[in-house]
C-alpha cells in the first residue's frame, strides 16, 4: 500500500505562484511513477505532469509547459508541483496519484493510489 498526502493548496490571484506538495509513504517508491492531475468542478479528472521517481524523467500537459514544474525529494519521499504564472483555468482540487512502473502514463485510470486532494482556486 502506498498512502499519499497532499498540501499547499490555496486562494491566490492570476499570476502568482503555489507549490504544492505530496508526501507518500509506505512502500519504496523507486519502481513507480508519480502524477499530479486535477479535476475542476463538473469536468473529468485532467493530467497535468507526472515525474519517474528513479530517473527523474518528466512529462507535462501543453497547458502548464513552462509554468508548472514536478519534481521530487527522495530523502523526504515528496513530490513537488511548483506553480507559476498561475491563471483563473488553473483552479481545481489537484491529486497526487501513484503507479507502478515507470511509464510515464497521462491517464488516471492507470493509477492506483492517490491521495486526498488539494484545492487551489485563482482569482482574476
Known amino acids: 500500500q502506498v498512502q499519499l498526502v497532499e498540501s499547499g493548496g490555496g486562494l491566490v490571484q492570476a499570476g502568482d505562484s503555489l507549490r504544492l506538495s505530496c508526501a507518500a509513504s509506505?512502500?519504496?517508491?523507486?519502481?513507480?511513477?508519480m502524477g499530479w492531475f486535477r479535476q475542476a468542478p463538473g469536468k473529468e479528472r485532467e493530467f497535468v505532469a507526472v515525474?519517474?521517481?528513479?530517473?527523474?524523467?518528466?512529462y507535462y500537459a501543453d497547458s502548464v509547459k513552462g509554468r508548472f514544474t514536478i519534481s521530487r525529494d527522495n530523502a523526504e519521499n515528496t513530490v513537488y508541483l511548483q506553480m507559476n504564472s498561475l491563471k483563473p483555468e488553473d483552479t481545481a482540487v489537484y491529486y497526487c496519484?501513484?503507479?507502478?512502473?515507470?511509464?510515464?502514463?497521462?491517464?488516471?485510470?492507470?493509477?492506483?493510489?492517490w491521495g486526498q486532494g488539494t484545492t487551489v482556486t485563482v482569482s482574476s
Open positions: 496519484g501513484a503507479r507502478i512502473g515507470l511509464v510515464l502514463s497521462t491517464s488516471h485510470l492507470r493509477y492506483g493510489y
Open positions: 509506505g512502500r519504496t517508491l523507486s519502481n513507480y511513477a
Open positions: 515525474i519517474t521517481w528513479s530517473g527523474g524523467r518528466t
